[in-house]
């Protein structure tokens, strides 16, 4: 029988945060796989994505990273990590621990990531390590904190199904979180009740399936959420029992509610909204207990954006409609592990295990734990600071995993200056050629989806096992392998002894348990369940929800049920907010707003996705969407090129015309880079305003110009 037989295994997903389990069989042989959903994965039940679906064509090696190199000659490893490790040490001896930094990335497995985080926070001492989640989750991260005590999304997918309305807020879930609205879909279907309001400058694809769609103006979503926390006051849909129970700040934050939302015809006018829709939204609201609201980039990309989450939780808050099957704020999470590096401090204000900065007790305890008398004392550098320090000499050596910042963080063109004037840049990616791997003077090559192993957590607290299909490809390494090397040349030999991924996700799910009284909530984040865990059962590792621990050994689908929050009262906090507008207003020479995002077939940069055929006849170019009167007072001619122009950069795009993109506004999607277009990057024209609290760019609203190129 000349039929080879093919070896099934289960992994995840590493596109969205849906984070969709998969079945992958495997041709060792011919390197190849075969894709299908995992049916036994309770995230996804068997469904993929058009980007799931196409993964076996993305596993091809001829765009890999498969050799170390230093200033361009391929070496070995030793040499490269040697490299890193004492240009790292020479720096931090001659200009202190804060002129090096680590930019990491939601692609990382959790083990990786925790390894990474502890050189940097717990060893090198200082702050510096950041990820590029805070471009897409950081405002959703401050506003659970703010309301909660703690970085929990409270509920889970299943509450789609048991929800009697859901809105969803500034995500267009149809492109960017395919399976999770496929499952609302489904539930509409099998439940016509179910009331579907989709609030979005832009009418989607997610609109296909709305009841009723409120395209706003770009960025007045606290105006919306005042609004309507003052209706379900003036209403009598309040949980009075709840708020007095359960929370606090209820009454200043009715006020500024009251102040900001004088009545629904004034509101509807700021929002550009009509105001029937307004009223009929608010009662849909009003009218339903069962409400979830789902939000995502168009919500926490914002200079408010922090503000936005907290004034949502507000109104869910006010009816008690949280922590119960149905109902509460649902954050989608951007990327397949962005919520995994919350777990273990990947944001540069964070520590470890949903501990951070501001609290001295959680320095100690986290000193004490790793060992370590060099821990950080303050929060690092967050991503724009990071490159502008870069850029101002300030950080001299930084080391960017998996993540492509010169085409994806605002300002596009001074992060690559940044790089190009930085002392020491290493890279360690699988993917040889991106725009920033161009500018690293060490090249780390790290394996890629088909050859990873360890743990990812997705939107619904849910962390699930990525498993290796292959070896990995050329010299490729594991992020926490060659991370933990550098390590050990850099003295912290007895602190980095992992010698497999399942040690460091012991000593992480440990961590997480470490002087911690799940009875008193003071730690939300809690794995220590998976504390004693062996290769084995590590390797059969189900699905699993946090917390795992004593109290709930199997995982908890719900939080807050109990009406026990993290805060110091131990009430869930109702934020008072005072409406902003954004960081740079259109003015006569840039009288157009950009708005940025992401396309159905396409992720982030392109440099996995772009592989496979199938995915980019959907999109094939960069293009720009405008509404057809904009588009004849800026003589724009469809399918011809124009240029966009900010103060901080342009880009060439084909033009679109559409009227599902509002006047005064234009539309550009996120993911085009040097490598896949000479038209430019989109990262470029984009503002480098930033939320005051969660430090997240304003990539949804940028004053631009456009003309005909
Ligand atoms: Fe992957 Fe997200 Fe698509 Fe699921 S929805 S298959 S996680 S890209």
Known sequence: DEQTELKSINTTCPYCGVGCGITASIDQAKHQIVIQGDESHPSNFGRLCSKGSTLADTIELKSRLLEPSVYG????????????????????????????????????????????NKLMKGFIGSGNMDTNSRLCMSSAVA??????????????????EQAEMIVLVGSNAA???????QRIRAAKESN?????????????????????????????????????????????????????????????????AQDSSSSTERLAEQCKLDKQDVELFFKWFAGHKKVMTLFSQGVNQ????????????NCHLAMGSIGKPGMGPFSLTGQPNAMGGREVGGLAHQLAAHM???????????????????????????????????YDGKVKAVWIMGTNPVVSMPNAD?????????????????????????????????????????????????????????????SAKPDWWIVTQVARRMGYEEAFHYSSNVEIFREHAALSG???????????????????????????????????????????????????????????????????????????????????????????????????????????????????VDASHYKMVKDTLAVIESPWGKMIARVQITDTQQQGTLFVPMHWTAQYSSLGRMGALVNPVVDPISSQPESKHTPVRIKAY
């Open 73 to 116: 000659h391929d070496c070995s490893w030793s040499e490269a990590l040697d490299m890193v490790a004492d240009s790292f040490m020479s720096i931090i001896k001659k200009h202190g621990p804060d002129a090096v930094a680590i930019y990491g990335s939601g692609q990382l497995l959790t083990e990786d990531y925790y390894v990474a």
């Open 175 to 181: 492109w960017c979180h395919p399976v999770s609205f």
């Open 192 to 256: 016509p009740d179910l009331k579907i309001v989709v609030i979005d400058p832009r009418l989607t694809s997610s609109c296909d399936i709305a009841d009723l769609h409120l395209p706003i103006a770009i960025g007045n979503d606290t105006i919306l959420f005042n609004g309507l926390l003052n209706y379900l006051n003036q209403h009598n849909a309040l949980d009075q029992n709840y708020i007095q129970q359960h929370t606090e700040g209820w009454s200043d934050a009715l006020k500024s």
């Open 302 to 313: 914002s200079s408010s954006g922090t503000d936005k989450v907290n004034s949502i939780i």
């Open 514 to 628: 470490f002087e911690n009284n799940p009875q008193q909530h003071s730690r939300d984040f809690d794995i220590s369940g998976f504390a004693e865990l062996n290769q084995d059962e590590y390797d059969q590792l189900q699905p699993t929800q946090w917390p795992v621990n004593k109290a709930h050994p199997q995982g908890l689908q719900r939080i807050f049920a109990d009406y026990k929050f993290s805060s110091p009262s131990g009430k869930a906090q109702f934020i008072s907010i005072k409406p902003r507008s954004a960081g740079n207003l259109p003015n006569k020479d840039y009288p157009l707003i950009l708005n940025t995002g992401r396309l159905r077939d396409q992720w982030h940069t392109m440099t996995r996705t772009a592989l496979a055929a199938k995915l980019n006849q959907h999109k094939p170019e960069p293009f720009v969407e405008i509404h057809p």
């Open 414 to 474: 001074k992060v690559k200056q940044a790089l190009q004037r930085c002392d020491f840049v290493v890279v360690s990616d699988c993917i040889a050629a991106t725009d920033t791997t161009a500018l690293a003077h060490v090249k780390l090559p790290a394996v890629g989806w088909s050859e990873k192993d360890g743990t990812v957590t997705n939107s619904e607290r849910r962390i699930s096992r990525q498993r290796a299909l292959f070896k990995p490809a050329g």
């Open 143 to 160: 506003g659970h904190k703010r309301a909660f005590g703690s970085d929990t999304v409270p509920g889970c997918y299943e509450d789609f």
């Open 356 to 390: 951070d900065f501001s609290n001295p007790d959680d320095i100690d305890r986290v000193a004490r734990f790793w060992n370590t008398d060099h821990i950080a004392q303050k929060p690092g550098y967050f991503a724009v600071d990071l490159f502008d320090a870069i």
